[in-house]
């Protein structure tokens, strides 16, 4: 009798510190054909998006996250993501250069991050993006994404906070010393490098959700970025507008159809998009209009849930009177006529 009622206390005890503390493993995987104007065909690898490591519609990853209560309503939290997950030949490279950050939350007062995480653009501006930052986003494919400023939606050494829901509004803001930005993301090293400051907000109450982003330049030859953006559902549609100024001075824009694409990035404009439910399917079209370098986007996207972990879709993106230029180190490059992408493929998440 005393065993059993030793076991028992030991289970319970054991049972207490796992409710306390968890470590999840997570990922996403994706994989489908997809091609470029003049491209190839390619499963996961077609020309003109990132060979092996990109789904078209997301990226491959696998990560660790975890929670430990420490009382008082105090947590600490942490997340470890690594993107380099090649589903076309099985290949990874194990670096959790997307999500490497520690943190701590208090149900009164919000959470802090240290470490790399997805910046506050990401996180405020990514919402009205109703199909994700796919390969096919318009928004990124007229280079007004506030997710792609600077060049990545990560942020390395940053503290970020974010604020709890207050009424409907949720205050995030992030900041990088310059000490910390060592050529970082391709732009910055410590002799030019200035503290870099980032600050964002939602109201999201009922149907309607508005946002506001800015963030300031991290070297000289950039500038402050910066976006807004309103969505509204009306149950048989979804809406959203969004407008923004990308952060580099006299760059006209920039073609993300190349894997050079995404670096320096300049211009300002606006986007659209709608989103409409059918049962498990939705259908989607958003359109972006760079109007410092004439660059226009439409894409069209559709989407097919088999479960609440496992989606088809169908991605296609086309440029319009695209003059931009690829501003890289070192010079810039001509864009390509009209490109389109199109992809379909299968996403399970777990």
């Not at 028992?8 to 503390?21: D, F, K, P, R």
């Not at 001075?249 to 050079?260: A, K, P, R």
């Given at each position: 009798m005393k065993k059993s009622l030793i076991?028992?206390?030991?289970?319970?005890?054991?049972?207490?510190?796992?409710?306390?503390?968890y470590v999840t493993l997570y990922g996403v995987l994706d994989i489908g054909f997809g091609k470029v104007k003049d491209g190839k065909w390619g499963l996961n690898n077609g020309e003109g998006y990132s060979a092996g490591q990109d789904?078209?519609?997301s990226t491959s990853v696998i990560g660790f996250r975890g929670s430990e209560d420490l009382g008082g309503g105090l947590k600490a939290n942490f997340n470890l993501q690594s993107g380099g997950l090649d589903l076309s030949t099985g290949a990874t490279s194990v670096a959790f250069s997307r999500e490497a950050w520690v943190?701590?939350?208090?149900?009164?007062?919000?959470?802090?991050?240290?470490?790399r995480s997805s910046s506050i653009g990401a996180k405020v501006l990514g919402a009205y993006d109703f199909n994700g930052t796919s390969y096919s986003s318009a928004y990124d494919r007229a280079g007004?994404?506030?997710?792609?400023?600077?060049?990545?939606?990560?942020?390395?050494?940053?503290?970020q906070y974010a604020s709890p829901?207050?009424?409907?509004?949720?205050v995030r803001a992030g900041f990088t010393p310059k000490g910390d930005e060592g050529g970082v993301q391709g732009v910055g090293v410590p002799g030019t490098a200035k503290n870099r400051y980032s600050l964002g907000a939602t109201f999201a109450n009922g149907p309607l959700s508005v946002s506001a982003i800015?963030?300031?330049?991290?070297?000289?030859?950039?500038?402050?970025?910066y976006a807004v953006g309103a969505s509204y559902d009306l149950q048989v549609v979804k809406l959203a507008a969004t407008y923004n100024r990308r952060e580099s001075?006299?760059?006209?824009?920039?073609?993300?159809?190349?894997?050079?694409g995404g670096q320096f990035s300049g211009g300002k404009g606006w986007t659209l998009a709608a989103v409409a439910p059918f049962g498990a399917a939705n259908v989607g079209v958003q359109y972006a209009r760079n109007t410092d370098a004439d660059i226009k986007a439409l894409e069209l996207f559709a989407n097919y849930a088999l479960s609440k972990r496992t989606r088809l879709y169908v991605d296609f993106v086309k440029g319009y009177d695209q003059n931009a230029v690829i501003a890289v180190p070192g010079g810039r490059t001509a864009a390509a006529s009209n490109p389109y992408a199109v992809g379909l493929g299968v996403v399970h998440t777990f």
């Open positions: 076991a028992l206390a030991v289970l319970a005890a054991s049972g207490t510190a796992m409710a306390q503390s789904g078209f519609n943190g701590l939350e208090g149900a009164g007062w919000g959470a802090i991050q240290l470490g007004i994404s506030a997710v792609t400023w600077y060049g990545s939606s990560r942020r390395s050494n940053q503290v829901n207050l009424g409907g509004v949720v800015a963030e300031t330049k991290q070297a000289e030859g950039l500038r402050t970025a001075e006299g760059v006209d824009g920039y073609n993300t159809f190349t894997s050079t």
